[in-house]
């Protein structure tokens, strides 16, 4: 699969109160049309979570292309948790293969600055089953201080090496621009901050936030004709597992993560060992190194250390997170898969500033729906 990409702009993530949702997505989409220097496309993909439920809002993507001027579009909105923006990016993909669209925008875009963090809690539960979970009164959060505490046991590892990973976020989101918090943390700050569910800390987790991010996928005889930076999608993998954790073998494995990577890198025709930088789903702390390992980028229980090691930063071994993930840079969830993507085009096309990673080749992607409920994972190559 060879299948270009371009136009690729992202939103500065933030709490944006003198926007609507389609403001949002119509403002991210027109900048993508333009960085692609296009006019029109084909196709429009919109990923939202949230929007029927906050802005009692449906049929986003026909709202986004009216909302942009276009006429006689195919326009389909695109949920799937967490893996929205990545799911919305597969169906683009499969219009321009399959020749229904020589172009196709993707929107991701989220409002969630009207409620409460404690709203924000409760809504996370929509991604497991709501019966089983919600109605219970559990949070995601508590599900991930138990898995939290299962990894510090077996792996005998402390709390401050798991911790770090919201260092090391905000230590890359310092100098993004577009990010939510753009600004370094102690791990003692960290580490004092107040319990959400023991042992996870404030944080150690991501709050609401409002952002779109976009980019147009594009067959490469229309690609080729463009002179906006590009580069390649070479592999796509998605798979899902048990929805609750607690419901499989071992909770700590988290196979819809290995699956889905296993996947795209054999798409790719590609190995672990070529992946130069990753962008993964850290909504809380803990996920990094679950992530990590799932995707055989670290050996089980030493993800943590070798971040503590200075491994997974910008000019270590293999960055993480170059823009601060989910974490620093923040997470309007129906978008976080984009702006990952978006990210990793502007490593690929060495327009990531600051933040460039020297000799980024091969990027990884990876998203998350609940805790490993469901997942997809991309792999994206510079153009030679």
Known sequence: MRTYLLGGVVTKVDEHWDKTLPNLMAEAGLKSLEAAGLSTVDAVYAANVYGEVLQEQANLASVLAEELGLKGVMASRVEAGGVSGLSAIQSAVAAVNAGLAKAALVVGAEKLSDITTEEMTSLATMEERVEYVGMLGVSQLAEAALLYKEYMKRHMVKQEDVAYFTVLSHEHASTAAHAQYPFKVSLESVLKSPYVAEPLHRLETTAPADGAAALIVASEELARRLDAPKCLLTGLGFANDLVTPFDREDPLEM??????????????????????????????????????????????????????????????????????GLKGRGNPVGASGIYAVVETMLQLTKNAGKNQVDGAEVGLVQSMAGLGALAGVAVLEAVR
């Open 255 to 324: 196979r819809s993560i290995t699956y889905a990577g296993l996947r795209a890198l054999e798409m790719a025709g590609r190995k672990r060992t070529d992946v130069d930088f990753a962008e993964i789903h850290d909504s809380y702390s803990i996920m990094a190194p679950l992530t990590l390992e799932a995707l055989g980028l670290a050996e089980r229980g030493t993800a943590s250390i070798l971040a503590r090691k200075g491994y997974f930063t910008l000019s270590g071994e293999l960055p993480v997170n170059t823009f601060g």
